[in-house]
């Protein structure tokens, strides 16, 4: 007998969909599957202005196969030179949903992010001020620090003195990666919430270094130590509000990932949920599984929850296409390394 497990439908807090070809290509991988997604705006150039993340979300929907439903939710890509202003109308009209702040270099076009944190003080108090969430890659730059240490490093440097400066301001602190970061979101007493992505509660460090290395695993911020994950399994299955589902799905080329200086991002739109469901019935967390997929986001950007539902049969294995064709060339799928039972689908 077959086992199924019906959830509101799921809702993506951090996304990838780039431009042109590859928009085409991966938008239909979200939408057939979740009914909204922050857009995160590293295009390049970035979605800055109020006017250019509408006419993103334009192509976006243009690029959307007929009878599919989704909704693009926008985000301004945080600049020194960003207008408070300009930023106020976008939320005030509900196009824009949240602000995003990549410290300068710290991944895949961020060139255009934040250095110094001080000239960016009067957009972070205006969103303080209308409640629109501040998400946040939390890594430093710094080259002096170990990469499996920006993010524990950004919380104190960084994240911590920015919230303290700026009361009431909402932040996602995005695709947390350590226990640190789990830590801080849970010792917070309001106004901080945390996404984490399908494949970082999959892999850790050993599966992108050990016996060969694996560009498909590579992403930032990077897989930390086994220790980590399991911190972040416990974070996202324990029903806290403050965790929700952010894929941080992010096509890249195979021709990208696989040479010299490969790129960061793992494509896992295709089989998140699939993933999900294996991985938290594994923690007999099932039962949770909305809450982390469906709840905890639309609670935390004061967004009603969808009113659809989304049903996962378990069964014989289910597979799904190793590769996606982006017409810039295949895409690889997040492959998770166990089988997956769970299909979406009655
Ligand atoms: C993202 C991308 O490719 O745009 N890459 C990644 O490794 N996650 C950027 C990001 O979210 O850091
Ligand atoms: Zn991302």
């Not at 780039?18 to 970035?46: K, Q, S, W």
């Not at 690029?63 to 020194?80: I, N, S």
């Not at 991002?265 to 998140?272: E, K, P, R, S």
């Not at 039962?287 to 069964?315: I, K």
Request: net charge neutral.
């Amino acid at each position: 007998m077959s086992r199924t497990l019906t959830i509101r439908r799921p809702d993506d807090w951090h996304l990838h969909l780039r431009d042109g070809a590859m928009l085409a290509a991966v938008l239909p991988e979200t939408a057939r599957h979740f009914a909204r997604a922050i857009v995160m705006p590293n295009l390049v150039p970035p979605v800055v202005t109020g006017a250019q993340a509408a006419a993103y979300r334009d192509r976006i929907l243009a690029a959307l196969p007929e009878g599919m439903r989704f909704e693009p939710l926008m985000t301004l890509y945080l600049t020194e030179d960003t207008d408070p202003d300009d930023v106020a109308a976008a939320a005030g009209s509900g196009l824009v949903r949240a602000v995003k702040l990549y410290p300068a270099g710290a991944t895949t076009n961020s060139a255009s992010g934040v250095q110094d944190f001080n000239r960016v003080r009067p957009v972070l108090e205006r969103m303080a001020g209308i409640g629109l969430p501040l998400c946040v890659h939390g890594e430093v730059t710094d080259p002096q620090v170990d990469i499996f240490d920006r993010e524990a490093v950004f919380i104190d440097r960084v994240l911590d003195p920015m919230r303290r400066a700026t009361p009431g301001l909402k932040v996602v602190m995005e695709h947390v990666t350590t226990s640190e970061a789990v830590d801080y979101v849970k010792g917070a007493q309001t106004g901080l919430a945390a996404t984490i992505t399908a494949h970082h509660l999959v892999i850790n460090r050993n599966h992108i270094l050990a016996g060969g290395i694996r560009p498909h695993y590579y992403c930032l911020p990077v897989a930390k130590r086994e220790r980590h994950r399991r911190a972040l399994v416990g974070a996202a299955t324990g029903g806290d509000a403050r965790f929700f589902l952010g894929t941080d799905s992010a096509p890249h080329t195979d021709a990208r990932k696989q040479q010299a200086c490969g790129c960061a991002g793992c494509f896992t739109a295709t089989n998140t949920l699939s993933v999900l469901a294996e991985v938290f019935e594994r923690e007999s967390a099932l039962d949770r599984l909305e809450r982390f997929t469906s709840r905890n986001g639309p609670a935390f950007y004061g967004l009603p929850v969808n009113e659809e539902t989304l049903t996962l049969t378990r069964g014989a294995p289910v597979t799904y296409p190793e590769r996606i064709d982006s017409g810039d060339g295949p895409v690889t799928v997040f492959d998770p390394g166990f089988k997956l039972h769970w299909k979406v689908g009655a």
